[in-house]
């Protein structure tokens, strides 16, 4: 996974435009209430964690536990896992040549299938053709996990690297409480796991959203005339490391 700068504001050295600043946030900004189910996300983290850790297992190996072969770029398990009810998936992978992690998630919303339709990002040069109708999906977030099954990092994609339907940072971010896996397949705990998640790093998402937006706007000025969508280039727009621990420190003592 190449990562683009999480701090930017100065031109690549190879001539491709400047990444725009990109701050974890602050926890102090977070609202009282909002503060309190965040602090719940994490207890649950820590309690799927618990039940794990106690029979020697972890959230990725859950993940693959009878899956054969962990073939680099194939979706774990196969054909994701999907909430019918919440209209909410994901699944795990690894890319060749990614540094600093063992693979990550990817977590989306079918938004083909929600009752009110969202309109896409109006793009009219598109060289792709965008999933739409019923087949419409957003990504949300990535999760990079370490090789003991941990996560690492938060990080944004291009359109391309998900083959999604692109959605304005503000229209992901109203679809991000819509996320929950709220079954046992391929594992229970870690199902709760990947919910608690998108909860307990909320405004690390909604950073990680609108900085997207701001990069592709940025690439998209230095090249008018190209499908930025596209462009492979262009892959992470933005990373944000992770510790669990760290932010339930920071937003106890907030």
């Known amino acids: 996974m190449q990562e683009s700068s999480s701090t930017g504001g100065s031109e690549s050295r190879h001539g491709l435009p400047p990444s725009p600043p990109l701050l974890p946030p602050d926890p102090r900004a977070v609202d009282g209430r909002v503060r309190a189910d965040m602090l719940d996300a994490g207890y649950e983290i820590r309690e799927c964690y618990r039940v794990l850790e106690k029979a020697g297992l972890n959230v990725v190996g859950e993940v693959l536990r009878g899956q054969g072969e962990f ?7 196969t054909d994701d896992v999907l909430d019918r009810d919440t209209h909410s998936q994901y699944y795990y992978h690894a890319h060749r040549g990614a540094r600093d992690e063992h ?5 989306f919303i079918r938004t083909g299938e929600l ?17 739409h109708e019923g087949d419409a999906v957003a ?14 990092g938060l990080f944004a994609t291009n359109r391309w690297v998900t083959g999604e339907t692109w959605y304005p940072a503000e229209s992901v971010i109203d679809l991000l409480p819509c996320f929950a896996i709220d ?8 199902n709760r796991w990947i919910t608690a998640m998108l ?46 621990d760290a932010w339930l420190a920071q937003l106890a003592e907030s």
């Open 199 to 244: 909860r307990l790093f909320r405004p690390h998402i909604q950073a990680l959203l609108r900085h997207r937006d701001e990069t592709v706007a940025a690439w998209q000025a230095a090249a008018p005339g190209q499908d930025v969508f596209e462009d492979r280039r262009l892959e992470i727009t933005g990373y944000i490391p992770i510790s669990v």
């Open 103 to 107: 693979g990550h998630f990817h977590t």
């Open 139 to 152: 990504h949300l977030v990535g999760i990079a996990m370490d090789d003991w099954g941990y996560p690492t």
């Open 115 to 131: 009752p009110e339709r969202i309109p896409p990002f109006d793009y009219p040069q598109a060289s792709e053709s965008w999933p």
């Open 71 to 77: 073939i680099e770029m194939e979706h774990y398990p």
């Open 183 to 190: 079954h046992a397949y391929p594992s229970w705990p870690v």
